[in-house]
């Protein structure tokens, strides 16, 4: 498992790809705030609106999420404590004045595209300090 990609996979690249082709301008990998230990898959800094692109396997999907036979003991605990840390880490980024979004990595990248600018225009024109 430490082998495994936990950035720039193939989905959160064609994420932002499709944003930066839109002429959205964004950070990767930011810290969260007050918690070191953890990063923003794609952070719009200005707005505080933080993306998540989240896999349909480690993050339990509940369109395609299935569950290995062996050991499945072991990996339900593991996939809910990832669930556990991904909604803990919600809540710090609103607590701290974000806007968090995930996407299920199924979700195809134009589609995604447009739900994170949807969001991103809207915050984007009610925050004081983007104009």
Request: with cysteine; proline share 5%.
């Amino acid at each position: 498992m430490s082998n495994l990609a936990r950035r720039d996979t193939r989905p959160e690249i064609a994420l932002r790809r499709a944003l930066h082709s839109r002429g959205l301008r964004y950070r990767v990998q930011s810290k969260v705030p007050g918690n070191n230990r953890r990063t923003i898959d794609i952070a719009f800094t200005r707005v505080r609106l933080a993306v998540y692109v989240d896999g349909c396997f480690w993050h339990g999907c509940p369109e395609h999420h299935v569950r290995p036979r062996t050991n499945s003991d072991w990996w339900r605990w593991k996939i809910e404590r990832n669930q556990a840390r991904d909604a803990d880490t919600d809540r710090e980024l609103t607590e701290a004045g974000w806007e968090v979004v995930r996407v299920w990595e199924h979700v195809s990248p134009p589609n995604a595209a447009d739900l994170v600018e949807g969001i991103y225009r809207i915050m984007a024109r009610d925050s004081p300090t983007t104009g």
